[in-house]
């Protein structure tokens, strides 16, 4: 076990993120982060970017290289050439097929491109799945707190209001602020009395609105949505029913539909969902 006063290196962070960290040092490195906001921070943002690449180039290491530029299938046509002009001609072709074989890549990954909102929804896992985990910090400031809401209101830029979620016997444990695809984003994280935890983000999108869209990864789901400018992802454990449960819940207390005046620096009221009011 690391003492948390002994520094863990970015080489370890980057193992630890990658798989790539032995067994035995993965309970080590996790006690660090649990004890260290900012290392957690930054793995949180490495884990989103590493999602980010492999949906937007996944796809691509797994292509052939194409038949036309194998170097052994040029050798043979051309074996009757000089030596120099042979290594010249098939440099001309590497060049030439690598570029085209590049550029018909790249052309298809543009076009394979993660939406918006699936890019939000791949952020709003990395932070489901890191945080989760987190046993003395899941959460930056507690529920009970009266600044919560409107702390995080005014940095989303929208009215936030936490909703009852007891029918699905989940509990507000509070949120935090992280930073989102194009603007701050609240992570709002409920637990239930088994140890069950789900998390609600939202944040703005240029996307007005969107129908409900169920992700899964690995043991976790995602349901995301988007209206009035402004996307949420509800993530847990994969059952869509629930979670699906979950989000028309949300969906019904929150006043989302309707724009509504983000709240003064100086408001020390507690948010209600509209459902509680």
């Known amino acids: 076990m690391i003492d948390n006063n002994s520094p863990v290196s970015e080489e370890e962070l980057h193992a630890y993120v990658d798989g790539e960290l032995p067994i035995e040092r993965r309970e080590a490195i996790e006690a660090w982060l649990a004890s260290h906001p900012d290392d957690s921070a930054r793995v949180a943002t490495w884990r989103a970017q590493a999602e980010t690449i492999r949906a937007r180039y996944g796809s691509i290491v797994n292509e052939p290289v194409p038949a036309r530029i194998a170097l052994d299938r040029i050798v043979r046509r051309r074996k009757y050439w000089a030596a120099l002009a042979a290594a010249a001609t098939i440099a001309a072709f590497l ?14 990954a543009s076009a394979a491109a993660p939406t918006e909102m699936e890019l939000f929804a791949n952020e709003a896992m990395s932070a489901h799945r890191l945080y989760i985990g987190e046993v003395r910090h899941p959460i930056e400031v507690k529920a009970e707190e009266k600044h919560l809401l409107p702390w995080l209101s005014r940095r989303v830029g929208t ?13 507000l444990l509070g949120g935090r602020l992280l930073p989102g695809v194009n603007s701050p984003a609240a992570l709002f994280m409920y637990e239930s009395g088994s140890g069950e935890r789900v998390t609600i983000y939202v944040a703005k999108t ?14 976790y789901g995602a349901l995301r949505w988007s209206e009035a400018g ?10 869509k029913p629930r979670l699906k449960g979950i989000a028309m819940a949300l969906y019904e207390q929150l006043d989302i539909r309707t724009p509504v005046p983000v709240p003064s620096r100086n408001s020390d009221s507690q948010l209600i969902s509209r459902r509680g009011s």
């Open 206 to 219: 240029s996307e007005p609105r969107t129908s409900f869209r169920y992700k899964v990864s690995e043991t």
């Open 230 to 239: 402004y996307g949420w992802v509800v993530s847990g454990p994969d059952d």
């Open 159 to 171: 009215v936030l209001r936490a909703p009852d979620l007891n029918a699905f016997d989940l509990k």
């Open 95 to 108: 060049i030439g097929g690598t570029a085209g074989w590049l550029a018909r890549a790249i052309s298809a």
